[in-house]
């Protein structure tokens, strides 16, 4: 069954033109695009987007990073989409991200980690609702 998951591609992919290399990734896989822009999250955004995390010593700084610059959102999909996304991604670290995977050829570091997406329908549904 045709499921949707939602990808962020973060401001130091976005800043370094990756963009297209990212998106081409899952097109390859068989991903259908269904909806995609670019904008800036303003703090309110960031912090609802992330609410998860925001009682994590790290979150200022997910904040802050998120809001720095230009992203690209999009809405993905194709059968088990939020699973096979999050193996495409990768490890959070990429230093433990696999190579072939976008955080394992892209990340340069735990923030600065290239990509997000949705790690379930309930994400799913809530990160879309802040974006879209
Ligand atoms: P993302 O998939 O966007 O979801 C939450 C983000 O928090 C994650 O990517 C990382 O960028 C960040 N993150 C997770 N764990 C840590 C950590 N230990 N230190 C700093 N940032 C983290």
Redesign the pocket.
Known sequence: MTEQTLI?V?PDAVKRTLVEEILSRFKKKGFAISKQKMLNFTTEMAKEF?SA?SS???FD??VS??TSGDVVAAIIERDNAVSLTREIIGN??PKEASAGTIRGDFGIS??E?S???S?SRESFDKEVNVIF
């Open positions: 962020i973060k992330y995390h994590k010593p790290f700084e997910l990073f998120i959070t670290n735990i923030t980690n990509i997000h997406a790690d």
